[in-house]
């Protein structure tokens, strides 16, 4: 038959998709910061609060759905350059192996984005520190073996963990259980 048949793709003013070609061994994982919250960071990279990481040294992982961490570490590609003004917030793209496809699209996952180290803070468990109208506050055990109170500045949760700035040197020691029976002096 000359001329062969041809086939007509009929839609009502839009393209219609004939096919979707997709890549899983590395897929890309589009998530959102806040604005504030890289500006904050990058304020205190700039004060020497937090000490820079290379790409090498970054950290990110993956937590799927069900609460697993996905067990390869991706890389960051780049951070977009504008403020979508509805949200306040930044696209950042990671790449992540998937050698053996556990990552699918359209898949939901939480990001966890190690960009900088603040060496000069100390993490405690959370049970230690209680707080109160003045703040927050620990039971330490002094150089005398006698209990006292502690203000601390636990601005930030890490885990389990209280991240606490100010009122803690390294070696110090901190009443982790037990609170209920401990009373400042004894």
Do not use: C
């Not at 700039?46 to 820079?52: A, E, F, H, R, T």
């Not at 930044?90 to 939480?110: E, V």
């Not at 006698?146 to 110090?172: Q, T």
């Amino acid at each position: 038959m000359w001329p062969p048949p041809r086939a007509a793709l009929v839609g009502q003013g839009e393209a219609t998709q004939l096919a979707l070609i997709q890549q899983l061994d590395s897929v890309y994982v589009n998530f959102v910061q806040s604005a504030t919250d890289l500006a904050r960071l990058k304020r205190a990279m700039s004060q020497g609060k937090l000490k820079s990481l290379s790409n090498e040294q970054m950290g990110i992982g993956l937590m799927m759905e069900g609460g697993t961490p996905y067990p390869l570490q991706g890389k960051l590609l780049f951070s977009d350059i504008s403020v979508d003004p509805g949200t306040g917030s930044i696209t950042l793209r990671a790449q992540f192996p998937n050698h053996k496809h556990d990552l699918l699209p359209g898949m939901y996952a939480r990001v966890k984005l190690k960009l900088g180290v603040d060496e000069k803070v100390l993490a405690v468990p959370q049970q230690a520190v209680s707080r109160n109208a003045l703040g927050a506050s620990v039971f330490m055990v002094g150089a005398d073996g006698k209990v006292n109170v502690r203000p601390v500045k636990a601005d930030a949760a890490y885990g389990d963990k209280w991240i606490i700035s100010d009122g803690l040197a390294a070696g110090e020691r901190v009443i982790v259980e037990g609170l209920k029976k401990v009373k400042s002096g004894a």
